[in-house]
């Protein structure tokens, strides 16, 4: 089973910076792909981007380009989201998530997901 955990949200003000990480563990040789989503109160389930664990692609929701990076860690296992220029309208909790197929933008395509972190954006 692998287990995902987040870390590094908080309050911050408009225009600020994030970075968020997600640690996985287990049998996690048999993922092909990481994820973040987030997910604000009465709303779905929203796709941020993707990298594949070779790093070699990656995919970012329109809102977020030019904003938001995806990356690797140096750290083993481990995928960071770094925010910029944040907004009142990034107010979420993030999840991390994992896929054995690919780093597709729908939820449904995600078999593990981390507890979330919450990050609020103030104006």
């Known amino acids: 089973q692998v287990q995902l955990v987040e870390s590094g949200g908080g309050l911050v003000q408009t225009g600020g910076s994030l970075r968020l990480s997600c640690a996985a563990s287990?049998?996690?040789?048999?993922?092909?792909?990481m994820a973040w989503f987030r997910q604000a109160p009465r709303k779905d389930r929203e796709f941020i981007a993707a990298?594949?664990?070779?790093?070699?692609?990656?995919n970012y929701e329109d809102s977020v380009k030019g904003r938001f990076t995806i990356a690797r860690g140096n750290v083993e296992n481990t995928v960071y989201l770094q925010m910029s220029g944040l907004k009142p309208e990034d107010t979420a909790v993030y999840f991390c998530?994992?896929?054995?197929?690919?780093?597709?933008?729908?939820?449904?395509?995600?078999?593990?997901w981390g507890q979330g972190t919450q990050v609020t954006v103030s104006s």
């Open positions: 998530g994992a896929s054995y197929s690919g780093a597709y933008s729908v939820p449904t395509s995600y078999n593990y």
């Open positions: 287990g049998p996690t040789g048999s993922t092909y792909a």
């Open positions: 990298i594949t664990w070779s790093g070699g692609f990656r």
